[in-house]
């Protein structure tokens, strides 16, 4: 990923295959992104490994908020966009083959269909 400063044009890299992971949190296919600015952090969904992470925006370091597995593992294919709640710490992700947004809390990973 690649940070551009809207004054300058400058561009750096934020992420790359050489930015820190915790564990296995690296990404393989992020598709949309979103802003946490209360967190200093960026958003993401990862198409391939069906999960919500998040890079520092500062460090780049990676990490997983919500795995493929466990309860209400609602995502399959087509996840494409992302939507920051502040008021409620949750991601609202757009779940296209399922005509649905699925509500994703960010501290726990767990998830709700939120509206269908």
Not at 15 to 32: A, I, L, Q, R
Not at 57 to 81: H, K, M, V, Y
């Amino acid at each position: 990923m690649i940070a551009v400063d809207l004054d300058t044009g400058m561009r750096s890299v934020l992420v790359d295959s050489s930015t820190p992971v915790e564990g296995s949190n690296g990404f393989h296919s992020p598709f949309g992104i979103t802003i946490d600015p209360q967190n200093n952090r960026i958003i993401l969904l990862d198409n391939w490994k069906k999960t919500v992470n998040a890079a520092d925006l500062t460090t780049g370091s990676r990490t997983q908020l919500a795995s493929a597995s466990g309860d209400n593992s609602f995502f399959i294919s087509g996840t494409s966009s992302i939507v920051y709640d502040s008021k409620h710490n949750r991601a609202l992700v757009v779940e296209k083959y399922r005509d649905a947004i699925i509500a994703v809390d960010l501290t726990t990973g767990a998830r709700v269909i939120f509206s269908q």
